[in-house]
Antibody
């Protein structure tokens, strides 16, 4: 079945780095752009980053620009989020999510279960 | 970025009664391709968001017909015809007319 599984979360100190991974299965991964969305404790949903189906197009929120980098490995059906210079405001559950249609930048229909990132000294 | 404003912040509903959630955007969600990129999600406690409605009024696969989306341009509504215990959670609207996806602040629905 169609599935996204995030991993790599944990507790890190401010200023440190962390790399999140998202493993995709059950669909033609190479046809879909992928997104990262986060949710701070008790808060709403915030889009973080987008990567195009072939990795040539990347886009990120102003709040993480210059610190977070999205990438993908289509040979492994994986998406990554490299997070540098982390601050306490980056504490959140991070979801990867797939658009509804392939070859489109669309609403999101498939979400992973999320991975928790805690930034604390 | 497009600002999405949801009202009310919370709803307490008697089982079997209807509920309505409003979502307004500060820019039109009508794309030049003719589609309107407005979505509704439900996030049940402890779970990931699940898609209910796409492009204003199309129910996603497997979604009950008690959920109805409507609206156009900048003004949208999600209606639940008969709220049941399984509908409890936070409802979000979201736009994708711009690549920078933005979400409404959420409406928490609970049962009386």
């Amino acid at each position: 079945q169609v599935q996204l599984v995030e991993s790599g979360g944990g507790t890190v100190q401010p200023g440190k780095s962390l790399r999140l991974s998202c493993a995709a299965s059950g669909f033609s991964f190479t046809k879909y752009a992928m997104n990262w969305v986060r949710q701070a404790p008790g808060k709403g949903l915030e889009w973080v980053a987008l990567i195009g189906y072939d990795g040539s197009f990347k886009y990120s929120a102003d709040s993480v620009k210059g610190r977070f980098t999205v990438s993908r490995d289509n040979s492994k059906n994986m998406v990554y989020l490299e997070m540098n210079s982390l601050t306490v405001e980056d504490t959140a559950v991070y979801f990867c999510a797939r658009p509804l249609r392939y070859f489109a930048y669309d609403g999101l229909d498939v979400w992973g279960q999320g991975t928790v990132v805690t930034v604390s000294s | 970025d497009i600002l999405m404003t949801q009202t009310p912040l919370s709803l307490s509903v008697t089982p079997g009664q209807p509920a309505s959630i409003s979502c307004k955007s500060n820019q039109t969600l009508l794309h030049s391709d003719g589609r309107t990129y407005l979505y509704w999600y439900l996030q049940k406690p402890g779970q990931s968001p699940q898609l209910l409605i796409h492009e204003v009024s199309s129910r996603f696969s497997g979604v009950s017909d008690k959920f109805t989306g409507s609206g156009s341009g900048t003004d949208f509504t999600l209606k639940i015809s008969r709220v049941e215990a399984e509908d409890v959670g936070v409802y979000y609207c979201m736009q994708s007319v711009q690549l920078r996806l933005t979400f409404g602040g959420g409406t928490k629905v609970e049962i009386k």
